[in-house]
């Protein structure tokens, strides 16, 4: 079991930045690719970015790449999420979520929010113009 909870979230002026956390508990960290979503009411969830285990490799949706940036500190079992020149179509629900896939998996069902093991509560993300 995993529990991961989101931080870091707010309301910003278009073209500003935000970071995300995500604290990770009660497993090793080091053994979940992490992924992150986001999600507009009737919507589905989108895929923005994933890092690999050893954050030896991290991969983006199309809409924010360029922009944002995935990394992690094993060491303190915290994934982040930095995200800069954030634009209106950005606001969402930023969710974290764990992988225990291989790295074969890992390379097929990155996007796939159906193949993520454990998910945190999420955290609201508003960009204003």
């Known amino acids: 079991q995993v529990q991961l909870v989101e931080s870091g979230g707010g309301a910003v002026q278009a073209g500003d930045s935000l970071r995300l956390s995500c604290a990770a508990s009660?497993?090793?960290?080091?053994?979940?690719?992490m992924g992150w979503f986001r999600q507009v009411p009737g919507k589905e969830r989108e895929f923005v970015a994933v890092?690999?285990?050893?954050?030896?490799?991290?991969l983006y949706g199309d809409s924010v790449k360029g922009r944002f940036t995935a990394s992690r500190d094993n060491a303190k079992n915290t994934a982040y999420l930095q995200m800069n020149s954030l634009k209106p179509d950005d606001t969402a629900v930023y969710y974290c979520?764990?992988?225990?896939?291989?790295?074969?998996?890992?390379?097929?069902?990155?996007?796939?929010?159906?193949?993520?093991?454990?998910w945190g509560q999420g955290t609201q993300v508003t960009v204003s113009s």
């Open positions: 890092i690999s285990w050893s954050a030896g490799n991290s």
């Open positions: 979520a764990a992988f225990k896939g291989t790295i074969w998996t890992y390379y097929r069902d990155y996007g796939a929010s159906s193949r993520y093991d454990y």
């Open positions: 009660g497993s090793t960290f080091g053994f979940y690719a």
